[in-house]
């Protein structure tokens, strides 16, 4: 089975749990839609994540989100910074870099962050006979290669309109799975009438939030 998981900010926990619930196994692919990073107020665990997601190896595929980029972004430009003038820099808005900080080396976290910006904007898949769009915020058609800002920010981006439309319509002849926002706040994955948008953020970084997995083959969803 192909398998499709949202934002998990920092959630290892819960990472972990959909993991056993889903009965993931060495048969089964796992995309993660991006912001494995930031949030999680009381119980944040970024190295949990990233380890996890290492362990399944060639078994998972990561789409890049707007905090891994901003994380990764951040601790470039740390280490480029003069080691004494460090202090002078305005600390990463999330828990994140204060966290892996305090377990990995420079080279660790650089190295961290040259994998997190080789994570693709967005892929193509086909599973079953059905093509699919991935992507963070939102999906372009694949011959148009957009900016990155378009694929990490969706609305903030291109304007409400223009994301309207993106959820409304889809793009022809393919299934767009994204992430980025938990568009009814329920912490439902949500889906369009035409079920070729589905949204897959169920609002894990906030306490009052879970995490969602789809299933692509049976569009089964499950939440933890
Ligand atoms: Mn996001």
């Not at 891994?68 to 003038?85: C, G, H, R, S, V």
């Not at 290669?145 to 304007?159: H, I, K, N, Q, T």
């Not at 002849?173 to 994204?178: A, K, L, V």
């Not at 049976?218 to 939440?223: A, G, Q, R, S």
């Amino acid at each position: 089975m192909h398998y499709v998981i949202g934002d998990i900010h920092n959630n290892n926990k819960k990472f972990e749990e959909m993991l056993k619930k889903i009965h993931f196994s060495q048969e089964d692919h796992l995309y993660l839609l991006g912001d494995l990073f930031d949030r999680n107020s009381w119980e944040p665990d970024p190295i949990g994540v990233y380890f996890n997601m290492l362990k399944l190896e060639n078994r998972c595929t990561v789409v890049r989100g707007n905090h891994d980029t901003w994380l990764a972004q951040y601790i470039m430009d740390y280490f480029d910074f003069p080691e004494k003038e460090r202090k002078r820099l305005e600390p990463y808005p999330y828990n994140s870099f204060e966290l892996i900080m305090q377990r990995f080396t420079q080279v660790d976290m650089l190295n961290l962050a040259r994998q997190i910006m080789e994570w693709p904007l967005q892929i193509c898949i086909e599973v079953g006979g059905v093509k699919y769009l991935l992507a963070h915020a939102w999906t372009s058609m694949p011959d148009r290669v957009m900016v990155d800002e378009y694929y990490l920010m969706g609305r903030y981006f291109s304007g409400d309109e223009a994301y309207e439309m993106f959820l409304a319509d889809g793009r022809e002849g393919y299934i767009s799975i994204c992430g980025h926002k938990n568009i009814m706040g329920n912490g439902m994955i949500w889906k369009n009438k035409r079920k070729n948008v589905y949204m897959c953020d169920c609002g894990c970084g906030f306490g009052n939030g879970r995490l969602g997995c789809l299933c692509l083959e049976t569009k089964e969803e499950t939440y933890v």
